[in-house]
């Protein structure tokens, strides 16, 4: 039976991507074929990493600058671009109506995390929604290591198996079942055929709607 639902946040909850692309152009104005360059590392690499590895890997010693122009881009208009998945919202206030506890356990720092779900456009304030938040800054190592899902499962007092993680990609998959939780994807996000590739076993829910009906225990 599951008690409580930990979810990605991009390619999950929110779509990011225009957000993101538009931060990095604007970030690597500077850098000369800096664009080029970000490009060629490819854009699942890109929605992957943490944005100051991108840096590194694409400014070089331009690369503080850089995150610096990004951060404060995002945050004063590029996050303007950031939607919510249509009937998220719808979701979240059902499985909180069936009593589930929620969290979110992302690759995202946390000031951009906690900005999306206070800001996110078309929606109201979600954070409060949320027991636990995990972020870049709270674990060494990020997902496909399983460590930022057992740090919030520590933190929220959750055990694995009473818990499953919701995320649109491989990787997440591969957190989740070496974290020991049930794992959902989200066939709506960034990756649904590579989800569906890596593991063809796993659930896999088409739309923000069939959630509810595939965590362990679920109706």
């Given at each position: 039976?599951?008690?409580?639902?930990?979810?990605?946040?991009?390619?999950?909850?929110?779509?990011?991507?225009?957000?993101?692309?538009?931060?990095?152009?604007?970030?690597?104005?500077?850098?000369?074929?800096?664009?080029?360059?970000?490009?060629?590392?490819?854009?699942?690499?890109?929605?992957?990493?943490?944005?100051?590895?991108?840096?590194?890997?694409?400014?070089?010693?331009?690369?503080?600058?850089?995150?610096?122009?990004?951060?404060?881009?995002?945050?004063?208009?590029?996050?303007?671009?950031?939607?919510?998945?249509?009937?998220?919202?719808?979701?979240?206030?059902?499985l909180?109506?069936?009593?589930?506890?929620?969290?979110?356990?992302?690759?995202?720092?946390?000031?951009?995390?906690?900005?999306?779900?206070?800001?996110?456009?078309?929606?109201?304030?979600?954070?409060?929604?949320?027991?636990?938040?995990?972020?870049?800054?709270?674990?060494?190592?990020?997902?496909?290591?399983?460590?930022?899902?057992?740090?919030g499962?520590?933190?929220?007092?959750?055990?694995a198996?009473?818990?499953?993680?919701?995320?649109?990609?491989?990787?997440?998959?591969?957190?989740?079942?070496?974290?020991?939780?049930?794992?959902v994807?989200?066939?709506?996000?960034?990756?649904?055929?590579?989800?569906?590739?890596?593991r063809?076993?796993?659930?896999?829910?088409?739309?923000?709607?069939?959630?509810?009906?595939?965590?362990?225990?679920?109706?």
């Amino acid at each position: 039976m599951t008690r409580a639902v930990l979810f990605d946040l991009d390619g999950t909850l929110v779509d990011s991507r225009p957000a993101i692309l538009d931060c990095y152009r604007a970030a690597l104005a500077p850098v000369p074929q800096g664009w080029e360059s970000l490009l060629e590392l490819g854009l699942g690499r890109v929605m992957r990493w943490r944005m100051r590895e991108v840096m590194a890997e694409v400014a070089g010693e331009l690369a503080p600058e850089c995150v610096s122009r990004y951060e404060r881009h995002y945050l004063e208009d590029g996050h303007r671009k950031v939607v919510l998945y249509q009937g998220a919202a719808d979701m979240l206030d059902a499985l909180r109506g069936q009593g589930l506890r929620l969290g979110i356990v992302t690759n995202k720092g946390r000031e951009r995390t906690e900005h999306d779900l206070r800001h996110v456009h078309g929606a109201r304030d979600l954070l409060p929604l949320f027991d636990v938040v995990v972020t870049t800054e709270d674990t060494v190592e990020r997902k496909p290591s399983p460590e930022p899902i057992l740090h919030g499962l520590r933190r929220a007092g959750w055990t694995a198996g009473d818990c499953a993680y919701v995320g649109d990609g491989p990787h997440d998959a591969e957190a989740a079942i070496a974290a020991g939780t049930a794992f959902v994807g989200a066939g709506w996000g960034y990756y649904p055929d590579e989800l569906a590739s890596a593991r063809p076993a796993l659930a896999v829910a088409a739309a923000p709607g069939d959630l509810a009906g595939l965590l362990p225990g679920g109706r």
